[in-house]
Nanobody, 114 residues
Framework: QVEFVDSGGGLVQPWESLRLSCATS????????MSWYRQTPGKERELVAR????????YYADSVKGRFTISRDNAKSMLYLQMNALKPEDTGAYLC???????WGQGTLVTVSL
């Protein structure tokens, strides 16, 4: 059974940091390109960051470049997103997944507000 458990979200003020984690199981994590997505009400799910398998530099959405860092621990089947200098526009539910993920849970909610 494939599972994704996103955690680490919370309410923070602008310029603060958070580290998101995604625990996965049920598939070959180390053989999959993994991504973080952001979901906000009324908008389509947005690709935030993607980590490849061939050593290519990670992809980051323009809005998070220089502030977010994606990483993975293949031994633990874990994906991470270090989020620094957070802005109110970073607010949303964050979810992780491989390219083929088609079912989505609630993710972990990040709220950036004074």
């Amino acid at each position: 059974q494939v599972e994704f458990v996103d955690s680490g979200g919370g309410l923070v003020q602008p310029w603060e940091s958070l580290r998101l984690s995604c625990a996965t199981s049920g598939f070959a994590f180390n053989n999959n390109v993994m991504s973080w997505y952001r979901q906000t009400p009324g908008k389509e799910r947005e690709l935030v960051a993607r980590m490849f398998l061939d050593g290519s530099p990670p992809y980051y959405a323009d809005s998070v470049k220089g502030r977010f860092t994606i990483s993975r621990d293949n031994a633990k089947s874990m994906l991470y997103l270090q989020m620094n200098a957070l802005k109110p526009e970073d607010t949303g539910a964050y979810l992780c997944g491989p390219l083929w993920r088609t079912f989505w849970g609630q993710g972990t909610l990040v709220t950036v507000s004074l």
